[in-house]
Structures are given as structure tokens and as C-alpha cells.
T-cell receptor
């Protein structure tokens, strides 16, 4: 039973390009959470999704960032027109329905570097 | 905004010693969780303590929770070099957004170094 899979592990983008980060939750988990971690800092909540629904996007920047979790396939975090300040580690976590607060399972993260 | 603040920010101890990390939070919680993050990796869930519990053990880990002081501590006994990592507390609270789901918010972390 594979854990939470994130890809790519490392992503380098030039300023102005688009970044697409993918997250496949654990089998049986239908809730996905995205967090961003700046160097030497804690994790900051970005968005919480269920299949085909955004439940809480209060941590998402208003512009350039979007997230989806389609009926089929992984959850995607999309950053358009990246800037240097977007460089960070982006972590995805998943949980089964009804047990969100029992503890998350995290992926290994995608480290985005904007040059 | 961050809910939890860990103290100290960094801790360096000799192998075999005990390590204590503290976490303070601001709002009422449903539970509090501790996670470990090895350098360059994702977070691993260690232990969860509910708001009506005061102490919990798991192997060499001991967690306490004082809801009146809005604080928790994580004690790692007989530390090993492999315990070197960052440790984060996370609180689960009812979110004001989107139907009141249990939102998990992470603290700023304590970086632990165990010297062999």
C-alpha cells in the first residue's frame, strides 16, 4: 500500500513559467491537503480538497495559485507565472474521510526552485 | 497564521540524554499532534493527544497536554543520533471556514540535534 506520492521531487522553473505539482493520496484517502514550507520554517496551510471539491482555500494566495482534485487522477497544485518568492517545499497530506484530525500522512514533498 | 509556537527553536544534546520540546497554542483545540521531519523529507506523525487527555506515551516518547495553559511538551527519553530531526506540534481545531471541519495547523518547529 503505497503512501502519499508526490512528483516531481524537485522542480526548477524560470521566473514567469508555470509549475505543476502532483499528489496522489494514499489508497482509501479522499481528502487532500497542501502545505508550503519555506526554508527553516514550519508548514503553512494552503488548501484542503475532497474529490472534485475545494473545501478550504483560505491559505492560497489570491493570484497565480490554483488547486484541483479531479474525480480521476492526482490532485494538482498549479502556480502560474512563478516568482522567486514561490521557491519552497510543497507538501501534500491525505486522510481518510471522517478522520482528518487523527493525523495526516504526508508525501515527501516537491522542492520548487525558481531561477 | 501559525497556531503553535515551539520552544526552544533549536536543541543540541548528547546521545542518551533526554530531550524536551514545548509547544504553546492560542485557541481551543480538539487534539494536539507531534510530527517529526528529517532533513529534506516529509513529516511523519508521531503521536496524538486529545484535549481531554493529560499524558500519553509511545515507546520513548511522552507527551503532556495542559489545556488551561494551552501548552504541550514532547519528551524523548534516552535519545539516539537517529532522533536528530525537526519536531513540529500541530493542533486540530474547528475551522471557521467551510463547514467547521477539523483544521490542522502546524507550529514553527524545534530542530533537535543528538550528538553521538
Amino acid at each position: 500500500n503505497a503512501g502519499v506520492m508526490q512528483n516531481p521531487r524537485h522542480l526548477v522553473r524560470r521566473r514567469g513559467q508555470e509549475a505543476r505539482l502532483r499528489c496522489s493520496p494514499m489508497k482509501g484517502h479522499s481528502h487532500v491537503y497542501w502545505y508550503r514550507q519555506l526554508p527553516e520554517e514550519g508548514l503553512k496551510f494552503m488548501v484542503y480538497l475532497q474529490k472534485e471539491n475545494i473545501i478550504d482555500e483560505s491559505g492560497m494566495p489570491k493570484e497565480r495559485f490554483s488547486a484541483e482534485f479531479p474525480k480521476e487522477g492526482p490532485s494538482i497544485l498549479r502556480i502560474q507565472q512563478v516568482v522567486r518568492g514561490d521557491s519552497a517545499a510543497y507538501f501534500c497530506a491525505s486522510s481518510p474521510p471522517g478522520l482528518a484530525a487523527a493525523g495526516y500522512t504526508f508525501g515527501s514533498g516537491t522542492r520548487l526552485t525558481v531561477v | 497564521s501559525q497556531q503553535g509556537e515551539e520552544d526552544p527553536q533549536a536543541l543540541s544534546i548528547q546521545e542518551g540524554e533526554n530531550a524536551t520540546m514545548n509547544c504553546s497554542y492560542k485557541t481551543s483545540i480538539n487534539n494536539l499532534q507531534w510530527y517529526r521531519q528529517n532533513s529534506g523529507r516529509g513529516l511523519v506523525h508521531l503521536i496524538l493527544i486529545r484535549s481531554n487527555e493529560r499524558e500519553k506515551h509511545s515507546g520513548r516518547l511522552r507527551v503532556t497536554l495542559d489545556t488551561s495553559k494551552k501548552s504541550s511538551s514532547l519528551l524523548i527519553t534516552a535519545s539516539r543520533a537517529a532522533d536528530t530531526a525537526s519536531y513540529f506540534c500541530a493542533t486540530a481545531s474547528v475551522s471557521m471556514n467551510s463547514g467547521g471541519y477539523q483544521k490542522v495547523t502546524f507550529g514553527t518547529g524545534t530542530k533537535l540535534q543528538v550528538i553521538p
